[in-house]
């Protein structure tokens, strides 16, 4: 059983940054099939930006530029580097994971294991 727990959200002025990390148990990080999603009140649970076999990756138009996922593998985890924060990426921001293969970009229902979620705040 692959368990998901994220870390390093917190509230942060615009222009500002974050990095989430996202503490993989029970697999290999670099095995599997990983995402960062986010879900603001009242709007449906958006993609931000995945990462699949070969470590092709996958970024959502409105973090491109702006945001890096990454896998570390020294600590088993999954990491999102957020840059030039705005008001809209406020959040609660969601690690995602699947042992098999997913589309890219692939829906949330793609993924099987889910962290509880990370809160991001960005103030103007």
């Known amino acids: 059983q692959v368990q998901l727990v994220e870390s390093g959200g917190g509230s942060v002025q615009a222009e500002g940054s974050l990095r989430l990390s996202c503490t993989v148990s029970?697999?290999?990080?670099?095995?599997?099939?990983v995402a960062w999603f986010r879900q603001a009140p009242g709007k449906e649970r958006q993609a931000v930006a995945q990462?699949?076999?070969?470590?092709?990756?996958y970024y959502a138009d409105f973090v491109k530029g702006r945001f890096i996922i990454s896998r570390d593998n020294n600590v088993n985890a999954l990491v999102l580097q957020m840059g030039s924060l705005k008001p809209d990426d406020t959040a609660i921001y969601y690690c995602?994971?699947?042992?098999?293969?997913?589309?890219?970009?692939?829906?949330?229902?793609?993924?099987?294991?889910w962290g509880q979620g990370t809160q991001v705040t960005v103030s103007s």
């Open positions: 029970g697999d290999r990080v670099s095995s599997l099939y």
């Open positions: 990462i699949n076999g070969y470590d092709t990756i």
């Open positions: 995602a994971a699947n042992p098999m293969w997913v589309p890219q970009p692939a829906a949330a229902s793609e993924y099987k294991y």
